[in-house]
């Protein structure tokens, strides 16, 4: 894994189970691209050479897919990568690793919340856990106000809607209960971030793609993208918006880009791309055009930035160039 000590998520969940209905993933690193059954034109698949950008887009790395998949990237190595091929963050970072990517001129985009284990289950929508999950936002909101670099946002979760988040048999929460509690916790935490100049993104996932690997959230509340948007318009916090999940987005709802004309700045503040279906790279496999997306937010005034977050089923570094080639419009 990398070499910060935080519990949560992005470090500290084991190669074990991540490897939980991985065969597909690893048959198709071990084939390449024609794993995932699509065929690429000739010389598609060649590494691209590090890109120039147009500077329009702000291209962010996601920190984990890049140490629990493919090549097991340490964060020293993963910083290495990212400036190289023209990223100015890398994002799901704890605190601890902040030292390190200031080494590489780095920012981070987007902080983990500090929640232990899959931060995304235990949520604000169930007051069971609003002490943990607002007292460990608490602390990285002051942390990223004095951090050595850049620290722009926490990510928030509307949690799973299990009334015991890890028991699917238990009680479930109704949406409106659900989107109540998240309202009032993300006030609570809006009054902190308005203070200390550090933003709040809320992220939508989706619950239709079974629970391998990351690609999916069965019982996750905020499943749909509208659900999530009310409940940041009636929080009403400058500081408190949407991470879209162009992935997430894609799978449960869809109409990507009429949706973006919709929210526009005031709702949307941080950007996650993947290819569809399968969570992969963003080649000629997948089914979104991501050059029109990625124009469509330019459109609105968009200038947060975009974090690609695929899982890589070949070689990474060349996934993440394609990426950014298809991306920086």
């Given at each position: 894994?990398?070499?910060?000590?935080?519990?949560?998520?992005?470090?500290?969940?084991?190669?074990?189970?991540?490897?939980?209905?991985?065969?597909?993933?690893?048959?198709?690193?071990?084939?390449?691209?024609?794993?995932?059954?699509?065929?690429?034109?000739?010389?598609?698949?060649?590494?691209?050479?590090?890109?120039?950008?147009?500077?329009?887009?702000?291209?962010?790395?996601?920190?984990?897919?890049?140490?629990?998949?493919?090549?097991?990237?340490?964060?020293?190595?993963?910083?290495?990568?990212?400036?190289?091929?023209?990223?100015?963050?890398?994002?799901?970072?704890?605190?601890?690793?902040?030292?390190?990517?200031?080494?590489?001129?780095?920012?981070?985009?987007?902080?983990?919340?500090?929640?232990?284990?899959e931060?995304?289950?235990?949520?604000?929508?169930?007051?069971n856990?609003?002490?943990?999950?607002?007292?460990?936002?608490?602390?990285?909101?002051?942390?990223?106000?004095k951090?050595?670099?850049?620290?722009?946002?926490?990510?928030?979760?509307?949690?799973?809607?299990?009334?015991?988040?890890?028991?699917?048999?238990?009680?479930?929460?109704?949406?409106?209960?659900?989107?109540?509690?998240t309202?009032?916790?993300?006030?609570?935490?809006?009054?902190?971030?308005?203070?200390?100049?550090?933003?709040?993104?809320?992220?939508?996932?989706?619950?239709?793609?079974?629970d391998?690997?990351?690609?999916?959230?069965?019982?996750?509340?905020?499943?749909?993208?509208?659900?999530?948007?009310?409940?940041?318009?009636?929080?009403?916090?400058?500081?408190?918006?949407?991470?879209?999940?162009?992935?997430?987005?894609?799978?449960?709802?869809?109409?990507?880009?009429?949706?973006?004309?919709?929210?526009?700045?005031?709702?949307?503040?941080?950007?996650?791309?993947?290819?569809?279906?399968?969570?992969?790279?963003?080649?000629?496999?997948q089914?979104?055009?991501?050059?029109?997306?990625?124009?469509?937010?330019?459109?609105?005034?968009?200038?947060?930035?975009?974090?690609?977050?695929?899982?890589?089923?070949?070689?990474?570094?060349?996934?993440?160039?394609?990426?950014?080639?298809?991306?920086?419009?």
């Amino acid at each position: 894994m990398n070499n910060t000590k935080n519990e949560g998520l992005y470090n500290t969940i084991s190669r074990r189970q991540i490897l939980r209905g991985m065969g597909i993933v690893s048959l198709g690193a071990a084939a390449g691209i024609a794993g995932r059954g699509c065929r690429i034109p000739a010389g598609a698949a060649a590494p691209h050479p590090a890109p120039v950008l147009r500077g329009r887009i702000n291209h962010s790395l996601v920190s984990w897919p890049y140490q629990v998949f493919g090549e097991e990237w340490d964060l020293d190595i993963t910083c290495r990568m990212a400036r190289d091929i023209g990223c100015t963050s890398v994002e799901l970072v704890d605190p601890e690793g902040w030292p390190t990517l200031a080494k590489y001129g780095l920012n981070c985009a987007i902080a983990p919340n500090g929640m232990p284990g899959e931060p995304y289950v235990k949520g604000l929508n169930n007051t069971n856990y609003h002490k943990e999950v607002i007292g460990r936002t608490r602390n990285v909101i002051e942390a990223a106000a004095k951090a050595p670099i850049e620290v722009s946002s926490v990510i928030a979760f509307t949690g799973f809607k299990y009334r015991n988040a890890e028991d699917p048999s238990s009680d479930l929460i109704h949406p409106e209960e659900g989107a109540k509690n998240t309202v009032a916790g993300l006030k609570e935490l809006a009054l902190l971030a308005e203070r200390h100049g550090v933003d709040i993104y809320m992220e939508h996932l989706n619950s239709r793609v079974p629970d391998d690997t990351f690609r999916g959230h069965p019982g996750y509340q905020g499943d749909d993208i509208d659900y999530c948007a009310d409940i940041i318009r009636q929080v009403g916090s400058p500081r408190v918006k949407l991470l879209f999940d162009i992935y997430h987005v894609q799978i449960m709802n869809g109409d990507i880009i009429s949706r973006i004309r919709e929210y526009g700045t005031d709702l949307i503040g941080h950007i996650h791309t993947a290819g569809v279906p399968g969570r992969v790279e963003l080649d000629s496999c997948q089914e979104l055009q991501y050059a029109p997306i990625m124009q469509s937010l330019l459109d609105i005034g968009y200038n947060g930035y975009v974090g690609h977050e695929f899982i890589p089923t070949r070689d990474p570094l060349t996934g993440l160039r394609e990426a950014i080639f298809v991306c920086d419009v």
